[in-house]
């Protein structure tokens, strides 16, 4: 059974880096991509960053240049790195992953604030 935790959320000030990590993967090379999503009341969650299999990688056009995703095969863990965040990066974080029998997994999500 696949369980999907992330971690590393928290508070920061604009500007500022967090790392995401997210653990749960039976293998990564299981799932055909593993990406983050991330949610603000009232609109729908929102993809921000995919990595494939084979390692190519996908972003939001708000994130390019700032964020970074990547996984550790070894671990079986993907991250997500935040650099120079803003206030609107402010959401809950999910990690998700579809692996390669197309089951789809989430995670529960962290909190991520970006104070200004």
């Known amino acids: 059974q696949v369980q999907l935790e992330e971690s590393g959320g928290g508070l920061v000030q604009a500007g500022g880096s967090l790392r995401l990590s997210c653990a749960g993967f039976e293998s990564t090379a299981s799932f055909n991509h593993m990406s983050w999503f991330r949610q603000t009341p009232g609109k729908q969650r929102a993809l921000v960053a995919t990595i494939t299999s084979g390692g190519s990688t996908n972003y939001a056009d708000s994130v390019k240049g700032r964020f970074t995703i990547s996984r550790d095969t070894a671990k079986n863990t993907v991250y997500l790195q935040m650099n120079s965040l803003k206030p609107e990066d402010t959401a809950v974080y999910y990690c998700?992953?579809?692996?390669?029998?197309?089951?789809?997994?989430w995670g529960r999500g962290t909190q991520v604030t970006v104070s200004s």
């Open positions: 998700n992953g579809v692996r390669k029998d197309l089951y789809n997994y």
